[in-house]
């Protein structure tokens, strides 16, 4: 068999294992669908919690970081990173692709009056804006997946979750395939977004997204990155009008990284369901006492994180139980405020963007 064949027959092989072990539900239920849009609550935890920083002032400030964009430049803590060129598809370079997006969306914004900074790999300690959007294009190596995805970072403040939902809507009304069952750890542990980690990383208190395009392995994903950037960019640029419609600088407590509570699967087990309603898809079941990873908070649904299946799901508050054992570590808080008021706050980091490569 030539390796070609090989190649499309390992990735068939290997997108069927994932659906038919991680999802058995699924197969019963139909393909899940997208989480319905709304707003979402900060953690109860946060009840009338204000945090220690000043609101930006200003025009809406944007940060747009073209994925790998300067990586070998990365300080000495992120040093491991430099390396991190990106995917290839021969002379294409995912950098080039996700340069040319950035750009192409950054003109749209500046000609709207909105204040944009074209961020490095290198994020200044404590970034702040009123959002923040890493763009990148996925491996080339599974001709057969194709698709976008997103995601929010660990402990997504409310403000996070609403930028990844109207994102989300955007891409959903764009007729795009989506890679439904692809968001990884490694993206919500982005290390831009990891201020607990690293200096050089995003304040807590910035909105922000991963937003992986599509892949450069799937041929038609790759002729429609290469080709029409400006396509991508009309689709963020709808995204961060769905956000800005309900962004408010005043309502402080909703850029508070949330505190989730400690959960587990009720005495009866739980359902995890694609989106927050009891009529969508049904993905996988719990058993009694399983743990929950809590992501976020809709009204009576939560969001949780399966590493196991990488993929989050919604379970209803009544199926599940709080978690035996200590409580949280609630110092962490004072240390997010501290870090937070020696940020820097909506400091201009533009530098010139250099011309596009076509490959």
Not at 299 to 318: C, D, H, N, Q, T
Request: glycine share 8%; net charge positive; proline share 10%.
């Amino acid at each position: 068999m030539p390796r070609s064949a090989l190649v499309v027959a390992a990735s068939a092989l290997a997108a069927a294992a994932i659906l038919l072990v991680a999802f058995p539900a699924a197969r019963r239920n139909g393909e899940a669908g997208l989480p319905s849009l709304g707003p979402v609550d900060a953690s109860p935890a946060w009840a009338g919690f204000t945090p220690a920083f000043e609101p930006l002032e200003g025009p809406i400030r944007i940060g747009l970081q073209p994925g790998h964009w300067k990586i070998e430049e990365l300080p000495d803590e992120l040093a491991r990173l430099r390396t991190s060129t990106g995917a290839a598809w021969g002379r294409l370079r995912e950098l080039d692709l996700n340069l040319a997006v950035v750009r192409a969306l950054a003109a749209r914004l500046e000609k709207r009056g909105y204040a944009v900074d074209i961020v490095p790999a290198t994020v200044p300690p404590g970034y702040r804006a009123d959002l923040f959007i890493s763009v990148h294009a996925d491996r080339s190596d599974l001709p057969l997946r194709s698709g976008w995805k997103l995601a929010p970072p660990w402990r997504a403040s409310p403000w996070s979750v609403a930028l990844a939902g109207a994102l989300t809507g955007a891409f959903a009304s764009s007729g795009l395939p989506h890679d439904a069952f692809g968001v990884t750890d490694n993206m919500r542990g982005y290390f831009g977004f990891s201020w607990r980690r690293y200096e050089h990383a995003l304040s807590p208190y910035t909105p922000a997204v991963l937003v992986e395009l599509g892949f450069l392995g799937n041929a038609a994903d790759r002729e429609r990155l290469r080709d029409r950037p400006d396509f991508y960019a009309g689709i963020l640029e709808k995204g961060i009008d769905a956000y800005l419609e309900t962004y408010d600088r005043g309502i402080r407590s909703a850029y508070v990284p949330t505190n989730p509570p400690r959960l587990v699967a009720g005495p009866s087990g739980a359902r995890l369901r694609s989106s927050p309603d009891r009529v969508s898809a049904i993905l996988d079941e719990l058993v009694p006492g399983q743990p929950v990873t809590v992501l976020s908070r809709r009204g009576v649904w939560y969001e949780a994180w399966f590493p196991e299946a990488r993929m989050s799901a919604w379970l209803p508050a009544s199926e599940l139980a709080g978690a035996p054992g200590p409580a949280p570590d609630w110092t962490f808080v004072i240390r997010m405020n501290e870090r937070a008021a020696a940020s820097v706050d909506g400091a201009s980091i533009k530098v010139p963007a250099p011309p596009r490569v076509r490959p």
